[in-house]
């Protein structure tokens, strides 16, 4: 920045001066006469100004003179011809009048292009009449597109705002649809924020699971089901699809040992399940935590799984038919319970295939033993207790709700089993015997 030092021009045997791209101001200092030996003189796209003095010309070895892209301005000096160059740039300066005769000529249009002010026999050099209307049409094109730039910014941020009041009435409508079975002290609004990847717990084959913590402080369990509806029941008068009359049974149900339905929306394509929210850890830390010493605290051991059972629901394959909930289900649910806690595995699972867990149970005992059914992380101090709950177990989940022992006989059971009073159970060939023999020709027909 700032002007040329005037003591560069006492250097006479200077060959080559280049001060490009240096902001510098002012104009080029006097004495360049001085630079006999100056070769090349580069001083362009500076702030320089003023007249491009006569001495130029004067400099006997100059071949390379650049000062473009400044603001020298008045007369090219005629004195430029006088010197041989093989490179001159005058161009976009403030430069004006006729041009030098010697560069009047179309080989050195491009040095002198941008000075609005010069005149010559060059062809369109000098501004004419047209070139302002040629001004006008760039600017009215600019301004067309600067006006379609902003149309477009607005069109997408309406159609944002649009897309968001869309998205907002259709939670409306679906809102809408709520049936509530329970009373309950939450919004049906509030569910459907929680529909989010972040919240899944669990999915499958019908649709996923989320975990919804509520403003209220209370956590639910939502089940989201996709597709159409199932087709119609024409077993019944109803007209009503399976999932309507599923709800309609679930919602209408007021027993200790069945998971509550709060509510559920249903809108054709989408259809909601707001359950009461059991946490997963609950099944998990009374299956794995205790092993074998489970058994031996029998009524603390079936208090809890008692709890386990009613929290968690697993329907009797009779209510596919019925539709009814009694007693003989609740043990059906026990005996689930109690197959999770002898296996080690969830009543679902990708290796059963198209089984359940109380399926994969006698089938794999009927083909491969006990050793092959029992959780292998259980103590194996334990196995002849394990085998008798596992005896109680499938006895629970007799396909026959009448061959189902009462909850009295069950409890008795494993308190038998937890005393080590009952005798041991006999294996035959590596398969449970006693009550599995009961239970394997009807659990078969279910394979």
């Known amino acids: 920045m700032g002007p040329i030092p005037g003591s560069l021009v006492k250097l006479s045997n200077l060959s080559t001066l280049v ?105 369109d050099l000098c501004p004419h009449e047209g070139d302002s209307k040629k001004q006008s049409y760039l600017w009215i094109l600019r301004s067309i597109f600067i006006l379609a730039g902003i149309v477009f ?99 209408n149900i007021r027993h200790k040992n069945i998971v509550r339905l709060w509510c559920c929306c249903n809108t054709g394509d989408c259809k909601l399940l707001v359950y009461e929210y059991m946490p997963n850890g609950s099944l998990g830390d009374v299956l794995h935590s205790s092993k074998g010493g489970l058994f031996q605290g029998a009524n603390k051991g079936i208090e809890s799984m008692s709890v386990i059972a009613g929290s968690c629901g697993y329907i009797a394959p009779e209510y596919a038919y019925t539709l009814r909930v009694n007693e003989k289900s609740d043990i059906y649910s026990f005996g689930v319970v109690i197959l999770e806690l002898v296996t080690g595995r969830p009543p679902i699972d990708p290796e059963f295939g198209e089984k359940d867990l109380v399926k994969w149970v006698c089938t794999t005992l009927d083909q491969s033993g006990t050793e092959h059914v029992i959780d292998p992380k259980l103590d194996p101090r334990y196995m002849d207790e394990v085998s008798k709950v596992l005896d109680v177990g499938l006895r629970c989940t007799n396909s026959l709700p009448a061959a189902r022992p009462s909850m009295r006989r069950v409890v008795k059971m494993l308190q038998e089993t937890g005393m080590g009073s009952q005798p041991k159970a006999s294996k035959s060939d590596g398969k449970l015997s006693r009550f599995y023999n009961e239970v394997v020709s009807d659990q078969a027909s279910l394979v």
């Not at 309950?184 to 929680?194: Q, R």
């Not at 499958?204 to 089940?223: F, H, I, N, P, Q």
């Open 19 to 123: 001060l490009v791209d240096n902001e510098l101001s002012g104009g080029i200092p006097a004495g360049i006469q001085g630079w006999k030996s100056l070769n090349d003189l580069r001083l362009a796209n500076n702030r320089l100004s003023g007249s491009i003095p006569d001495e130029i010309g004067s400099l006997p070895v100059l071949n390379y003179l650049d000062l473009s892209g400044n603001y020298f301005s008045g007369k090219i000096p005629i004195q430029l011809q006088d010197l041989k160059l093989n490179l001159l740039n005058l161009s976009n300066n403030m430069l004006s009048g006729p041009l030098p005769p010697l560069y009047a000529r179309e080989t050195y249009r491009s040095s002198f292009v941008g000075n609005p002010g010069l005149c010559g026999d060059l062809k």
């Open 153 to 251: 910014v607005v069109g997408v941020a309406w159609f944002y705002f649009k897309y968001q009041n869309l998205k907002k009435a259709k939670r409306v409508v679906t809102a809408s649809k709520w049936r509530s079975f329970h009373k309950i002290g939450f919004s049906e609004f509030e569910i459907l924020d929680f529909l989010k990847e972040d919240n899944v717990i669990g999915s499958g084959g019908s649709g996923k699971v989320y975990k919804a913590v509520l403003s209220t402080g209370e956590t639910v369990a939502v089940k989201k089901l996709s597709g159409e509806s199932k087709k119609k029941d024409t077993s019944r008068s109803s007209n009503k699809d399976e999932f309507e009359a599923e709800v309609e049974t679930l919602g």
